[in-house]
C-alpha cells in the first residue's frame, strides 16, 4: 500500500544511524551512559500521584471528559498565570486543556495550514513545529538560530513575501535545545512583527520552570498585545515530572484557542479527569518539588559544564532548561563527535543536526540523569578524548 505522501513528506529519522550504535554498545556489554534524552529521570510528586488515585476512584470521571478540558483545570491554569506572570486569562475562552503541548504543537498547523502554506519554525528546534506544518500539507521556512544572535530568530531577515505568506511563526524559551533566553523586548519584537505580517504566534513555554541562579523566565503573554496575536504552550511535563501523564494547555489569543478547541473536539475526546484533577493539584499544591528539581537541574548542569570547561571548552553554564549546547571540536561535525564519545567514552549525547541544519557544530547534553552518573560520563569523555581545540 502506497502511503499518504503527508506521511512521506516526514523528513527521516536523524538519530536512527547513533541508535543502532546504541544497541551494539549494549549487545557488546558496554555500560552506555544516556545523555540523550530530555526526559525527567525523577518521580512525579507524591502529592499529585495521591491526587489522580483518589480520583481514579471516582465514577464520575470514568466517563468522556470535554474536549477543551475541565473548567476547574483552565481556572487552575488561569490561577498559576496570575500567581507566576501577573496575566489575566479568562478560562473560558483563552484556555484549552491539551493531552500534553505536543498535541497543541501538532495539531495547531491542522487549524490555519492549508496545502502550500508556510509557517516560520526556529532551526535548531523541537522537531514538532516543522513536522505538524508538514502533515498539514503546509511548508516550515527555518528561521536559523544563531549563536552570535543569542540564539533568537533574525526576524528582519525574513524575506517580506515570506513573512507575508506565512501563517504561524513558532518560537520557544527558554530554548530547548539551545537553553537560550528572551526577554521581554524580544516578545514585544514578535508581537510587532506578527501584527506587521499578520501572523499567529505560537510559544512554547515548556522550559518556563526550569530555571537557575534566581533567573524567572517570563511569559509571551506578558508582552504587550500578545493575547492579539498569539497563544502560549505550556505543559506538567517538565516541572513536575509528569511527561508520562500527557496533561497541558494552550493559552492566549481567544479564536485561535477556540479554532484549537473545535480540532480536538473532532479528533480526540480531552484528558482524563482525574489526570486533569491531578494536574490542578500540582498547579495549586505546594510547590517545594519544583524548587528540589531546580536544585537538582543545576547541580547536574554545573557538573556538566564543569567537566567540559575542564577538556578545553569555555563554556557559561545555561540560566534555564535540562540541557547543555556546546559547540563540536575542531575536525569533526555533530554526528561524527557523537559516534566518538558513544564509541570511545559508552556516552550517547546528542548531535545538533538532529534538530536542523543549523544545529550542526553543536551537541546536546541532557541533564536527566543522576548527578553521580553525569560525573562518570563526563570522566570517561576526559579519559577517551582528552584535551579538545575549537
Ligand atoms: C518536552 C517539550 C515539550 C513538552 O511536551 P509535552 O507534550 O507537554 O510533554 C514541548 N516543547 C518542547 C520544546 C519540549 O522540549
Same mark, same amino acid.
Given at each position: 500500500?502506497?502511503?499518504?505522501?503527508?506521511?512521506?513528506?516526514?523528513? !527521516?529519522?536523524?538519530?536512527?544511524?547513533?541508535?543502532?550504535?546504541?544497541?551494539?554498545?549494549?549487545?557488546?556489554?558496554?555500560?552506555?551512559? %544516556?545523555?540523550?534524552?530530555?526526559?525527567?529521570?525523577?518521580?512525579?510528586?507524591?502529592?499529585?500521584?495521591?491526587?489522580?488515585?483518589?480520583?481514579?476512584?471516582?465514577?464520575?470521571?470514568? =466517563?468522556?471528559?470535554? =474536549?477543551?478540558?475541565?473548567?476547574?483545570?483552565?481556572?487552575?491554569?488561569?490561577?498559576?498565570?496570575?500567581?507566576?506572570?501577573?496575566?489575566?486569562?479568562?478560562?473560558?475562552?483563552?484556555?484549552?486543556?491539551?493531552?500534553? =503541548?505536543?498535541?497543541?504543537?501538532?495539531?495547531?498547523?491542522?487549524?490555519?495550514?492549508?496545502?502550500?502554506?508556510?509557517?516560520?519554525?526556529?532551526?535548531?528546534?523541537? !522537531?514538532?513545529?516543522?513536522?505538524?506544518?508538514?502533515?498539514?500539507?503546509?511548508?516550515?521556512?527555518?528561521? !536559523?538560530?544563531?549563536?552570535?544572535?543569542?540564539?533568537?530568530?533574525?526576524?528582519?531577515?525574513?524575506?517580506?513575501?515570506?513573512?507575508?505568506?506565512?501563517?504561524?511563526?513558532?518560537?520557544?524559551? !527558554?530554548?530547548?535545545?539551545?537553553?537560550?533566553?528572551?526577554?521581554?523586548?524580544?516578545?514585544?519584537?514578535?508581537?510587532?512583527?506578527?501584527?506587521?505580517?499578520?501572523?499567529?504566534?505560537?510559544?512554547?513555554?515548556?522550559?518556563?520552570?526550569?530555571?537557575?541562579?534566581?533567573?524567572?523566565?517570563?511569559?509571551?503573554?506578558?508582552?504587550?498585545?500578545?493575547?492579539?496575536?498569539?497563544?502560549?504552550?505550556?505543559?506538567? %511535563?517538565?516541572?513536575?515530572?509528569?511527561?508520562?501523564?500527557?496533561?497541558?494547555?494552550?493559552?492566549?489569543?481567544?479564536?485561535?484557542?477556540?479554532?484549537?478547541?473545535?480540532?480536538?473536539?473532532?479528533?480526540?475526546?480531552?484528558?482524563?479527569?482525574?489526570?486533569?484533577?491531578?494536574?490542578?493539584?500540582?498547579?495549586?499544591?505546594?510547590?517545594?518539588?519544583?524548587?528540589?528539581?531546580?536544585?537538582?537541574?543545576?547541580?547536574?548542569?554545573?557538573?556538566?559544564?564543569?567537566?567540559?570547561?575542564?577538556?578545553?571548552?569555555?563554556?557559561?553554564?545555561?540560566?534555564?532548561?535540562?540541557?547543555?549546547?556546546?559547540?563540536?571540536?575542531?575536525?569533526?561535525?555533530?554526528?561524527?563527535?557523537?559516534?566518538?564519545?558513544?564509541?570511545?567514552?559508552?556516552?550517547?549525547?546528542?548531535?545538533?543536526?538532529?534538530?536542523?541544519?543549523?544545529?550542526?557544530?553543536?551537541?546536546?547534553?541532557?541533564?536527566?540523569?543522576?548527578?553521580?552518573?553525569?560525573?562518570?560520563?563526563?570522566?570517561?569523555?576526559?579519559?577517551?578524548?582528552?584535551?579538545?581545540?575549537?
Amino acid at each position: 500500500m502506497q502511503e499518504a505522501k503527508r506521511l512521506q513528506s516526514l523528513p !527521516p529519522y536523524l538519530f536512527a544511524r547513533i541508535e543502532k550504535k546504541i544497541q551494539e554498545k549494549k549487545a557488546a556489554g558496554v555500560d552506555v551512559i %544516556s545523555l540523550g534524552i530530555g526526559d525527567p529521570d525523577r518521580p512525579t510528586p507524591g502529592n499529585i500521584i495521591d491526587k489522580l488515585v483518589e480520583q481514579a476512584h471516582n465514577p464520575e470521571n470514568h =466517563s468522556y471528559p470535554s =474536549s477543551v478540558g475541565m473548567m476547574e483545570y483552565r481556572e487552575a491554569v488561569a490561577q498559576w498565570y496570575k500567581n507566576r506572570f501577573e496575566v489575566d486569562l479568562d478560562p473560558a475562552s483563552e484556555i484549552v486543556a491539551l493531552i500534553g =503541548s505536543k498535541e497543541g504543537i501538532g495539531h495547531i498547523s491542522f487549524c490555519y495550514v492549508d496545502p502550500g502554506d508556510v509557517n516560520l519554525v526556529p532551526d535548531p528546534g523541537y !522537531p514538532v513545529y516543522g513536522i505538524g506544518t508538514l502533515l498539514a500539507g503546509g511548508e516550515p521556512y527555518n528561521m !536559523p538560530l544563531k549563536e552570535e544572535s543569542g540564539f533568537l530568530p533574525d526576524l528582519d531577515a525574513i524575506p517580506e513575501d515570506v513573512a507575508d505568506k506565512a501563517k504561524i511563526l513558532f518560537i520557544n524559551y !527558554p530554548n530547548n535545545p539551545t537553553g537560550a533566553l528572551a526577554d521581554i523586548g524580544f516578545f514585544n519584537k514578535v508581537v510587532a512583527f506578527a501584527k506587521k505580517h499578520d501572523l499567529i504566534v505560537c510559544h512554547d513555554g515548556a522550559y518556563s520552570e526550569i530555571a537557575f541562579d534566581g533567573y524567572e523566565p517570563p511569559s509571551f503573554l506578558q508582552a504587550e498585545g500578545a493575547k492579539e496575536v498569539g497563544i502560549e504552550f505550556n505543559s506538567l %511535563s517538565k516541572p513536575y515530572n509528569m511527561t508520562g501523564w500527557r496533561i497541558g494547555w494552550a493559552a492566549g489569543r481567544p479564536d485561535v484557542i477556540e479554532a484549537l478547541g473545535r480540532i480536538k473536539s473532532n479528533l480526540d475526546s480531552g484528558a482524563f479527569q482525574a489526570i486533569q484533577y491531578a494536574a490542578i493539584e500540582g498547579l495549586t499544591g505546594p510547590q517545594d518539588s519544583v524548587k528540589n528539581m531546580q536544585a537538582v537541574y543545576k547541580e547536574r548542569r554545573d557538573t556538566v559544564v564543569n567537566g567540559l570547561n575542564a577538556m578545553g571548552w569555555n563554556m557559561k553554564a545555561p540560566k534555564a532548561t535540562f540541557y547543555v549546547w556546546a559547540p563540536v571540536p575542531k575536525g569533526f561535525n555533530s554526528s561524527e563527535f557523537a559516534e566518538l564519545v558513544l564509541e570511545k567514552a559508552g556516552v550517547i549525547i546528542t548531535p545538533g543536526i538532529g534538530y536542523g541544519d543549523n544545529g550542526e557544530g553543536y551537541f546536546r547534553i541532557a541533564l536527566t540523569v543522576d548527578n553521580k552518573r553525569i560525573e562518570e560520563a563526563l570522566g570517561r569523555m576526559k579519559d577517551a578524548i582528552g584535551k579538545v581545540e575549537f
